[in-house]
């Protein structure tokens, strides 16, 4: 096993999160008790270093939403966030020009700590379709970093369409998210989450490519965290060779329900360990402040 020693001052070569920063099963043993709803991101951002925003894809936050979450972190945070659905599925990136300015103005509060834009496309988004994904990422702000999400199986299949997809990222220098779903369909549980999440999650292939320096890898989990660490760990040679070529992945942990994601998440630091050299996960504001109020 290496030495997964690093100086408290030096971050990990990664960057680790989940796919949201509250859910009510986490209040007792994450958050810790009376935790208030405004007050869960802050504690979040002491554990995780970023977190897969997907609330921007369903709905616009208030303005006083954003600049709540500007108040709730530092700059040590990073974001990354979904495009509207408005624009990436009903419009398909067609005449979108004024939804996309108006959105980045909204966010404005955090661009500098928004390391991602995501471009999620549904899976009716063919390469047919592509030349207007290319002239909708030169039309967005200049210097915004971009990461593209694909669903149509032709960009899964090797051949030609799937080449110019990634021929078009490289040369751009935008991120391609990469779907890992194969552990909650290989699960046999039949328990709500995960009999909702094989019915709404993408089943595409996982291809490991990194077209720019943060491919994100989504790793759809399952309930139990021996599985996920098994299917976890082709990713480890990757991830290594990756962060020693100065790539910066990002490793956004779900599980079916995700309650207990928090959980695999520090199971998967761990595992991590074993192939470089990263800080483990900082104890759960639960853990740290349950001894304070024993004191009293």
């Not at 955090?110 to 047919?128: D, G, N």
């Not at 910066?248 to 995700?258: A, G």
């Amino acid at each position: 096993m290496r030495d997964s020693s690093l100086s408290q001052s030096t971050p990990n070569p990664f960057k680790l999160g989940l796919t949201q920063w509250s859910h009510p099963k986490w209040q007792s043993d994450f958050f810790g008790p009376g935790t208030p709803p405004q007050q869960r991101l802050e504690k979040y951002a002491r554990v995780f270093d970023t977190v897969e925003g997907n609330t921007t894809f369903y709905a616009l936050p208030t303005t006083n939403t954003v600049a709540q979450w500007a108040r709730a972190t530092n700059d040590d945070f990073s974001f990354t966030f979904k495009l509207p659905k408005t624009i990436t599925h009903q419009q398909q990136l067609r005449q979108s020009q004024s939804l996309l300015r108006d959105f980045f103005t909204l966010m404005a509060p955090l661009h500098s700590r928004t390391i991602q834009w995501c471009i999620q496309l549904p899976a009716s988004f063919s390469p047919q379709q592509l030349p207007i994904l290319e002239k909708f990422c030169q039309q967005c702000p200049q210097g915004f970093p971009l990461a593209v999400e694909v669903r149509h199986p032709a960009f899964f299949a090797k051949g030609e369409d799937e080449k110019r997809l990634n021929q078009f990222l490289i040369a751009h220098q935008i991120d391609r998210v990469i779907m890992d779903s194969r552990p909650v369909f290989a699960s046999q549980d039949r328990d709500p989450g995960t009999l909702d999440a094989q019915q709404k999650k993408p089943r595409v292939p996982v291809h490991a490519i990194a077209t720019a320096k943060r491919p994100m890898i989504r790793f759809i989990g399952q309930q139990s965290v021996e599985q996920n660490l098994a299917f976890f760990s082709p990713w480890l040679k990757t991830l290594q060779q990756w962060t020693q070529q100065g790539i910066e992945p990002l490793i956004m942990i779900h599980t079916p329900d995700n309650q207990q994601a928090p959980w695999h998440a520090k199971a998967i630091v761990q595992q991590l360990a074993s192939v470089m050299s990263c800080h483990p996960l900082p104890e759960f504001p639960a853990q740290v402040e349950r001894p304070q109020l024993n004191m009293f």
